[in-house]
């Protein structure tokens, strides 16, 4: 499996037999100055319906969407979806979230979308077993870095990539990525957009693999 991130919470991961799934793809404008998205996919999931997490019509391909809470089997693959909030008060500030959950090449990806608070022992339960977990630790819209950190510490992924945090194309009033990697102990750095992954060389120990943003 390939994992692209293009940039936010937005990544294209790519099977070995080339079904392309893509996360939360973003409008550009409002402090998200990303490249536009150009890239194709056969499925996209969206976590919550606010813009910078919601353009599907940016993506070519005439894509699935998946956007509902459940169980849902969508070109051979089962996607999962665990009602959760954007915010530590219920969704009543901005709404809620939903995180995904699907195998691909063996390996189980776990993309929070905008988390916006810890996680109770059923809902870690609802994800199963994580091998790659997506994270955003930006703060403010989301978890911060020492939530995010928490919630990795109970999901126990064997891979963490870190999103949805400033960069140089995010205006939003959130932290980089440092705040999050001074918590992390086994973190490389890549100098571009796209890791490879295959299940039986994932990491004993949990590794942070931070990525180059793609647009």
Not at 146 to 154: E, L, P, S, Y
Not at 192 to 206: C, I, N, V
Request: charged fraction near 25%; aromatic fraction near 6%; glycine fraction near 12%.
């Amino acid at each position: 499996m390939k994992i692209k991130w293009l940039g936010h919470a937005c990544f294209l991961l790519t099977s070995e037999e080339g079904l392309k799934i893509m996360t939360d793809p973003y409008s550009v404008g409002g402090g998200i100055n990303y490249g536009k998205i150009q890239e194709s996919a056969d499925v996209v999931t969206v976590s919550h319906k606010h813009g910078d997490h919601s353009n599907v019509a940016a993506v070519k391909g005439s894509p699935a969407v998946v956007d509902t809470p459940g169980v849902k089997q969508v070109k051979g693959i089962e996607f999962s979806g665990i009602s959760t909030y954007h915010d530590e008060a219920g969704g009543s500030q901005r709404g809620p979230n939903i995180i995904f959950c699907f195998d691909l090449d063996g390996m189980r990806v776990c993309h929070l979308g905008d988390l916006g608070h810890e996680l109770d022992a059923s809902q870690v339960g609802a994800l199963g077993p994580v091998d790659i977990l997506l994270v955003p630790v930006g703060g403010f819209f989301t978890i911060d870095a020492g939530a995010a950190t928490k919630v990795c510490r109970d999901i126990g992924p064997k891979v963490v990539v870190p999103m949805h945090y400033k960069t140089a194309k995010c205006d939003y009033p959130i932290a980089g990525v440092d705040e999050f990697l001074k918590r992390r102990e086994n973190v490389r750095r890549l100098d571009d957009s796209e890791a490879e992954f295959k299940k039986d060389q994932l990491p004993l120990a949990t590794e942070t693999v931070v990525l180059r943003h793609a647009l």
